[in-house]
């Protein structure tokens, strides 16, 4: 069959490529080249795509419908009677780009003529899809904002609260400074979170200074010691409950060197080989084929896994050998557990949640989204209120020194009230009546 030539060379060359079966898809695509509707290079890269897509095409005798361009642009190649035909959707219309990926259908009755209007339903602006999800993103910003901020309320009270307890007996003992030391953990981190925030820029990615990389490495060494804290809390429950006698040889300074100390040379042996093999836009993100990051993000993982096994064993204990136990000290240890049971998914599934693809699909995406940053901004508020605002032993200090207070402010009234009376010169005492008269 012989092809027909509009007087293009490139669409003549493009012609001469394409087997004789899809003249008729030749031919309309031509026609929107001519028409300025596609671009030549549009064409030759989406041409194979067509062809795939393009279903119901005719290729024998009856009825059929023509060859024709919607009011859209798009064009309908020549397709026999009764088949829908599926198109990419418009490049360009009115301006705004589409997604090219998805289809457009369109009927062929059975009649041999085309149906008044094409199903344009599956076909997106791109531009629309970017509005929307940067408003997600945007959304996300404002939620993980407001969730630093009420964390950072949160874990100064506590703070503050632990501060002004420590003379009590009962906030001296080690788990509460285990406590104490995670909340300040925290502190750290939410306050290193802000400053990334304020000072990191485009520019200050790309100009890779010095300062924004300390910064960088602050934030991953304050982030480390979260999790190495969160290990304290275990390792501490674990002996306190599944070796009972041990608790007596447990130190301060034990846990102040696996919360604060272990995580330095981590950091360090991390910023070193970002120094050699990653030195770029402020140590954020990872080059490909570089895995410098599981310097410090393994011992993390490490920490998370062996926290897990912790609990397991810790509820295990708790549940077969503690169950008809009703000493306080007992007690006590459930309530941590409960707190440790509900923290440590916490701290573990938002870390977790970095090593998930959500895929392409949108709703998925936006979930992935809003859950991390609400979970990651909140982490601060949960461990306070756990640790701090609902610890049994925090509580009763707190209502002793406030009764303590209203004590002594209530004298301090009453002694006020009594030195304020005023001492008439009139008034004689009983005493010196008695003298008069004796007199």
Not at 5 to 10: A, R
Not at 34 to 39: I, T
Not at 143 to 159: R, W
């Amino acid at each position: 069959m012989r092809r027909k030539c509009f007087g293009l060379l490139e669409v003549c060359a493009i012609m001469s490529l394409l087997p004789s079966g899809s003249l008729a898809d030749l031919t309309c695509e031509a026609v929107l080249v001519l028409s300025g509707n596609v671009s030549l290079q549009s064409l030759a890269s989406t041409w194979n795509q067509t062809l795939s897509n393009a279903t119901g095409q005719w290729s024998g005798s009856g009825l059929y419908c023509d060859t024709s361009v919607d009011g859209i642009g798009t064009c309908w190649p020549r397709s026999g009677a009764g088949q829908m035909v599926s198109r990419p959707c418009p490049e360009m219309f009115y301006g705004v780009r589409y997604n090219t990926t998805n289809n457009v259908y369109r009927d062929c009755l059975v009649n041999g003529t085309w149906a008044l209007k094409g199903n344009y339903s599956m076909c997106k602006a791109i531009l629309h899809e970017e509005k929307k999800g940067k408003m997600h993103y945007q959304i996300a910003v404002i939620i993980s904002f407001l969730g630093h901020c009420i964390s950072m309320v949160a874990l100064l009270v506590a703070f503050v609260l632990f501060l002004c307890l420590r003379s009590r007996r009962s906030i001296r003992c080690l788990r509460n400074i285990i406590h104490w030391n995670l909340i300040t953990a925290f502190i750290l981190r939410n306050a290193t979170w802000f400053i990334v925030q304020m000072t990191m820029s485009p520019e200050v990615h790309e100009s890779n200074v010095v300062w924004c990389r300390l910064v960088t490495a602050s934030y991953n060494y304050f982030h480390s010691t979260n999790f190495f804290w969160m290990f304290g809390e275990g390792c501490y429950l674990h002996t306190a409950i599944v070796l009972t006698y041990s608790t007596d040889k447990l130190r301060k300074w034990m846990f102040i060197c696996i919360g604060w100390c272990i995580p330095f040379p981590i950091i360090v042996a991390w910023a070193i080989g970002k120094l050699y093999y990653d030195n770029e836009k402020c140590w954020f993100g990872k080059r490909a084929g570089v895995y410098t990051d599981y310097i410090y993000q393994g011992p993390m993982i490490l920490v998370l896994v062996i926290n897990f096994i912790f609990l397991f064993n810790i509820v295990r204990i708790l549940m077969t050998k503690l169950r008809a136990s009703t000493t306080s000290e007992t007690m006590q240890y459930r309530k941590a557990v409960k707190a440790t049971l509900v923290l440590l998914p916490l701290l573990g599934i938002t870390y977790m949640l970095f090593f998930v693809n959500p895929g392409e699909d949108e709703i998925s995406q936006i979930v992935f989204i809003y859950f991390n940053s609400f979970l990651e901004s909140f982490q601060g508020f949960f461990v306070s209120v756990f640790y701090c605002f609902l610890n049994s032993e925090v509580r009763s200090a707190t209502r002793k020194r406030f009764h303590r207070w209203q004590e002594q402010h209530s004298i301090r009234a009453r002694m006020t009230q009594a030195m304020s009376i005023p001492t008439s010169p009139s008034r004689v005492s009983f005493h010196s009546i008695k003298q008069s008269t004796s007199l």
